[in-house]
């Protein structure tokens, strides 16, 4: 069975929720941003039963160190551009140059 992990990732910490193929909650956990955090959610993947696929919104600034950290320890990331929000309004949505030069589907 294929799991999806979608993390939002902020400053201080990281949100993180499991679903099923068909879009079910398995299950999820807040995780601090911190290495000790990133153990955690590693561990708490490594207990999903299925295929797991990891996909990561700011990949390229606040999540960087958990997608790498994820990615070297055998974990497929992708990463998830944010989408027009209510909050982007506030803000210009940066493009996706981060990743210009990147192979495809690759955080780093």
Known sequence: ???AVGVDTHKHQHL???VDALGQLLN?????????????????????EGEVRVG?????SYGAG??????DNGV???????????????RQV????RSAGRKEGACR
């Open 1 to 3: 069975m294929m799991i």
């Open 16 to 18: 993180a929720v499991a």
């Open 28 to 48: 999820e956990i807040t995780i601090t941003a911190t290495l000790a955090g990133y153990r955690e959610l590693l561990a708490w993947i490594a207990g999903l």
């Open 56 to 60: 990561i919104e700011g990949a390229g």
């Open 66 to 71: 958990l997608c790498e950290y994820i990615q």
């Open 76 to 90: 497929t990331v992708l990463e998830v551009e944010l989408a027009a929000a209510p909050r982007a309004t506030h």
């Open 94 to 97: 940066r493009p996706a140059r």
